[in-house]
């Protein structure tokens, strides 16, 4: 899949643009899917089945010579989980000009992020029984809610439960739902809810690579049952008068805090690995002093810069101990120099050994 950025681009010529690739597709060995243009934010994308980026680059350049910013390889199931279409919608044709296929069908999506506590930390802390019960619950909830409110369920890799929205208000609301539904078990599953939107390529090497890593940041600034909103969330739903938001049930970062916690979760995994990175290199590379790291630090993750580090150290050896690492090998590769140590903090932190838990799997 390809972006263009097109100030002004409106659907006709995006519908032009697609039709002359279709006419000189199989001579670069492409075949275009389909597209997906946003006049209101000047893009469109491509979704091409083709031999490399190269291949496009030509085909685009040969066409019409509108080159793609951004290139990105997708599975066409996330694409169609995300967008819900891998081939054209239905549109209307042009009366002056018959064979031209007109949709203005954009790509921008609200992006819910859902997580709870790890599936066998779950089970140690509760039983197996009452976990398993809980667990079925909220996966139980959250596909009801999702399809309730004309969401889409994207299957991904890893534990967090992804939704893709067309609206904002059924996105929120969908939130807002799950929250209620799953009521007084949300403590004990630990759950943690944030809704952030964005469009699929962007920096990122994955279909909303950016907007699902940031949705992801902003569920561990959750606290207190609170769903997160990004701050393009509360700007788009800023019109909405009614109480949907559900007052306090929302927290709202703003745009200033978000870059601040993007550059703390990016600082913190460019240094997993190093057992020397403490809160003097991490003033360093996030260019504050103590005081200031210190506050930006227990304001938005309720936890000291050293517990922060610590925090995310352990949080990735979880990960970790899921594959086929061993613990010494775990211990150095999240930054910890003694696996005595490592072991220690680990008990502390999660109730069991790191020996243990991996035994459990």
Same mark, same amino acid.
Request: charged fraction near 30%; include cysteine; proline fraction near 3%.
């Given at each position: 899949?390809?972006?263009?950025? #097109? ?13 002359? *690739? ?14 997906? &243009?946003?006049?209101? /934010? ?7 089945? $083709? ?10 350049? /040969?066409?019409? %010579? ?30 002056? @000009? !018959? ?31 009452? $976990? ?18 004309? %969401? ?7 534990? $967090?439960?992804? $939704?893709?929205? &067309? ?5 929120? @609301? ?6 209620? *539904? ?29 907007? &699902? ?14 769903? &997160? ?10 019109? @909405?008068?009614? @109480? ?21 979760? *990016? ?11 403490? #809160? ?16 930006? !630090? ?11 580090? /610590? ?5 990735? !050896? ?5 594959? *086929? ?12 120099? !003694?696996?005595?140590? +490592?072991?220690?903090? +680990? ?15």
């Amino acid at each position: 899949m390809d972006r263009h950025i #097109v100030p002004g681009i409106e659907a006709k010529h995006a519908a032009q643009a697609h039709r002359e *690739d279709l006419k000189i597709q199989d001579e670069y060995g492409c075949r275009c899917m389909t597209y997906w &243009v946003d006049e209101e /934010r000047g893009s469109a994308f491509c979704l091409i089945d $083709a031999p490399n980026e190269k291949a496009v680059k030509e085909m685009h350049d /040969r066409a019409h %010579g509108l080159m793609p910013h951004e290139i990105v390889q997708v599975d066409s199931n996330v694409v169609e989980a995300f967008l819900g279409r891998i081939a054209d919608p239905e549109g209307y044709y042009d009366p002056d @000009d !018959s064979g031209l296929k007109i949709f203005n069908d954009p790509a921008f999506r609200i992006i819910l992020v859902s997580e709870i506590t790890d599936a066998l930390l779950l089970r140690h802390k509760l039983g197996p029984e009452k $976990a398993e019960r809980l667990i079925s619950l909220f996966t139980e909830i959250m596909r009801k809610q999702i399809k309730v409110h004309e %969401g889409r369920e994207v299957e991904l890799k890893d534990e $967090a439960y992804v $939704a893709s929205f &067309v609206s904002v208000s059924q996105a929120v @609301d969908c939130a807002l739902a799950i929250k209620k *539904d799953i009521h007084i078990a949300s403590e004990p599953l630990g759950l943690r809810i944030a809704l952030n939107a964005g469009m699929p390529v962007s920096k990122s090497k994955e279909l909303f690579g950016d907007t &699902v890593k940031m949705a992801k940041h902003l569920c561990k600034t959750s606290a207190n049952d609170e769903i &997160v909103i990004a701050s393009i969330i509360r700007e788009i739903y800023k019109d @909405d008068t009614s @109480d949907k938001t559900g007052g306090k049930a929302l927290k709202c970062i703003d745009p200033r805090d978000e870059n601040i916690l993007q550059l703390l979760m *990016d600082t913190l995994s460019a240094n997993t690995e190093n057992h020397r990175f403490g #809160v003097l290199e991490f003033c360093n590379r996030m260019s504050m002093s103590k005081s200031k790291l210190y506050r930006k !630090s227990t304001d938005l993750m309720g936890m000291s810069p050293n517990e922060l580090v /610590r925090e995310h150290r352990l949080l990735r !050896s979880l990960q970790l101990l899921r594959t *086929d690492r061993n613990i010494a090998q775990t211990t150095f590769d999240v930054g910890f120099s !003694s696996a005595s140590y +490592f072991t220690k903090c +680990f008990q502390e932190r999660f109730g069991l050994s790191p020996l243990t838990y991996q035994k459990s799997l």
